[in-house]
């Protein structure tokens, strides 16, 4: 078992200063049908392209600061200790245009060893 401390991701340093950070947190364990992703997103900035995954599913946790989920070109405010659920296919980004750090968890489904992932244009 492993427990994510989601107030030790809340406040550790970001370690590429000024820029957007993501670490894979469940490769070192093994998974093999979740993927999983601490995400910081700084400020004025996006946290990845929009996209959707095929078969893929998501969870988002917001563990700290505010933001917007784009969702199908709609925008979704989110704040610290909102759940997310993504289906798969529906086409999605984490955006920030606050002035301080968005950081949150994310899980997602996923065939072992492959990835589902669609960018859109």
Same mark, same amino acid.
């Given at each position: 078992?492993?427990?994510f401390?989601? !107030?030790?991701f809340?406040?550790?340093?970001?370690?590429?200063?000024?820029?957007?950070?993501?670490? !894979?947190?469940?490769?070192?364990?093994?998974?093999?049908?979740?993927?999983?992703?601490?995400?910081?997103?700084?400020?004025?900035?996006?946290?990845?392209?929009?996209?959707?995954?095929?078969?893929?599913?998501?969870?988002?946790?917001?563990?700290?600061?505010?933001?917007?989920?784009?969702?199908?070109?709609?925008?979704?405010?989110?704040?610290?200790?909102?759940?997310?659920?993504?289906?798969?296919?529906?086409k999605?980004?984490?955006?920030?245009?606050?002035?301080?750090e968005?950081?949150?968890?994310?899980?997602?489904?996923q065939?072992?060893?492959?990835? !589902?992932?669609?960018?859109?244009?």
């Amino acid at each position: 078992m492993k427990v994510f401390r989601g !107030d030790k991701f809340a406040r550790m340093e970001n370690p590429t200063p000024g820029k957007t950070y993501k670490k !894979d947190i469940l490769k070192e364990l093994g998974s093999r049908g979740l993927h999983g992703v601490f995400g910081l997103v700084v400020p004025h900035s996006q946290g990845g392209e929009y996209h959707h995954h095929e078969l893929g599913e998501h969870i988002i946790v917001i563990i700290s600061g505010e933001g917007l989920e784009v969702v199908e070109g709609g925008e979704i405010p989110v704040k610290a200790g909102d759940v997310l659920y993504i289906p798969a296919g529906e086409k999605h980004t984490i955006v920030n245009r606050s002035q301080g750090e968005l950081r949150y968890l994310a899980f997602m489904t996923q065939a072992p060893g492959k990835t !589902d992932r669609v960018e859109q244009k």
